[in-house]
């Protein structure tokens, strides 16, 4: 990041020096909007406690819980679209629970009876709502909006 910005402050020296045209900052300009760019707002979830204490901290808010692995591939599809619910819903808590990366992770995938990947669940007050199993990002959204 350090040297993007670096690289923005010598592109910027350069075009007010006509040394270079302006069609050559475009790539600059888009590694400063990354550099600026909202961070994905999901929390990683590795244990029951953890998974219990985020249900109470978030009251009646919506939480949507995103059950997934490391070797799931329609898991490392939908990632990306549940971070950018993350950043669009700020009203709503998003959890990922990665089954694999620990014994208590996968202690709670199970607890949950979660048998396909990627599994969404849906909760408020404390309380399970539905869930979707699969990478269906329309079923997501929607359901996102429905309960929140």
């Not at 692995?69 to 490392?76: D, F, H, Q, R, V």
């Not at 009203?91 to 089954?99: I, N, P, R, S, T």
């Amino acid at each position: 990041m350090k040297h993007a910005c670096m690289l923005l402050g010598l592109c910027a020296v350069a075009s007010a020096l006509n040394i270079v045209q302006t069609p050559r900052l475009s790539p600059a300009r888009s590694l400063a909007q990354r550099c600026s760019a909202p961070r994905a707002v999901v929390v990683d979830v590795a244990s029951t406690d953890e998974f219990e204490k985020a249900l109470k901290t978030a009251g009646d808010s919506l939480v949507v819980v995103d059950y997934s692995t490391s070797w799931c591939g329609p898991c490392k599809i939908i990632a990306p679209k549940f971070d950018e619910f993350s950043e669009k819903y700020k009203d709503v808590a998003f959890l990922k629970v990665m089954g694999d990366s620990s014994p208590d992770a996968d202690k709670l995938m199970r607890s949950q009876g979660v048998r396909a990947l990627p599994s969404f669940h849906f909760w408020k007050n404390e309380k399970k709502l539905m869930s979707i199993s699969g990478a269906k990002t329309q079923a997501l959204q929607e359901a996102i909006e429905e309960y929140m």
